[in-house]
């Protein structure tokens, strides 16, 4: 029979799964969730990954990264469209997206092999707080399962940093990767190294700037940017140190063609402010301002894939 139970009882009725974290971030200035859930191989998250698309739903975009499934969703219900061949293939599908003050509640649908997934496996993940069955709890065979999963709501915090070493010490994607490993209040969620123009008359060798993404409660965003500034401060070796921080899932058009314009035009400190307050970024001089570049750039190229890590000519056809 349909019911509340937990994380915990779920794993006693089912034994140990493969789901390993679950996190909602939430972005309501553009009505959008991204759901990240973590495995602990790579099949399950592929099969998902094309199963849900599949469905629609409340899902728009998904992204396989490793073991790890990213999905873009509406906040509100989608229309499910399983189609004729789930019931011979199964099928999953996300329904819903609800926010409610600090949680939100995702309701999934699953069909024959995979009502597993979304019945037995998905709610064992950490993150998970409550599971609501809305249908029978038997899972596997040829049955169907709807259940509703409550997660705390989170932010993505982007940090973008550049500046912080010198010709003889120090490495900015390191630091970088340390800040993001160390963070207190927050999830580690990517890692980016940028490539900038290897032509900028004041760089120091390799000329790239680092974004960092976390997901952090609303209430310990300013906690965590104050942290990461502090821990900044006390672990660079430059005078030119700065920093730049954006809160959401969506960055803008706009900024992602500044962080493009990076890698081949010689930029001002006066552009890079102009394209954060376009954007809504907060710029932290935390030693300097000359860092200010890097750091804008880096948060405009985070979403931009292998693209972040290259230069123009790298993706050109010959």
């Known amino acids: 029979m349909a019911g509340i139970t937990t994380p915990a009882e779920i794993r006693k009725r ?5 789901a390993k974290r679950l996190i909602t971030l939430v972005d309501e200035r553009v009505g959008t969730a991204r759901i990240i859930e973590e495995c602990c191989a790579q099949g399950p998250v592929e099969w998902d990954a094309v199963n849900r698309l599949r469905a ?8 396989v990264q490793g073991t790890t499934l990213i999905m873009d969703a509406h906040i509100g219900e ?3 469209r399983f189609g004729p061949a789930s019931k ?12 409610k003050g600090d949680k939100v509640e995702t309701t999934w649908l699953g069909l024959a092999g995979a009502s597993v997934g ?5 709610p064992q993940a950490e993150g998970v707080e409550k599971v609501e069955f ?3 709890e038997d899972v596997g065979g040829s049955r169907s399962v709807e259940l509703r999963l409550t997660t705390p709501l989170h932010r993505r915090l982007v940090i ?3 500046d912080t070493d010198t010709k003889e010490k120090g490495a900015t994607w390191v630091l970088g990767l340390k800040l993001a490993r160390e963070m207190p209040h927050a999830v580690f969620l990517s890692h980016k190294i940028v490539q900038l123009n290897p032509d900028a008359p004041q760089k120091t060798t390799n000329c790239s700037s680092t974004a960092v993404s976390v997901a952090v409660l609303p209430d310990d965003v300013g906690r965590a940017v104050d942290w990461a500034k502090e821990f900044v401060s006390e672990n660079t070796y430059s005078s030119e140190t700065a920093m730049a921080t954006f809160g959401g899932i969506e960055v803008s058009r706009g900024l992602m063609r500044f962080g493009a314009e990076a890698k081949g035009t010689i930029l001002s400190i006066h552009d890079a402010e102009h394209a954060a307050a376009e954007a809504g970024l907060k710029l932290i001089e935390v030693t300097g301002r000359r860092g200010l570049i890097g750091a804008v750039a880096a948060i405009g190229c985070v979403d931009l894939g292998l693209y ?5 000519e790298d993706f050109e056809r010959t």
């Open 78 to 80: 989608g229309q499910v």
């Open 308 to 312: 972040s890590a290259g230069l123009p």
């Open 160 to 162: 973008g940093l550049d």
């Open 14 to 18: 089912h034994g140990n799964m493969f």
């Open 88 to 99: 011979d293939t199964g099928g999953q599908a996300l329904k819903s997206v609800v926010v």
């Open 118 to 122: 979304v019945g037995a496996c998905l």
């Open 56 to 63: 629609r739903g409340a899902i728009d975009h998904v992204e």
């Open 134 to 136: 809305l249908s029978d």
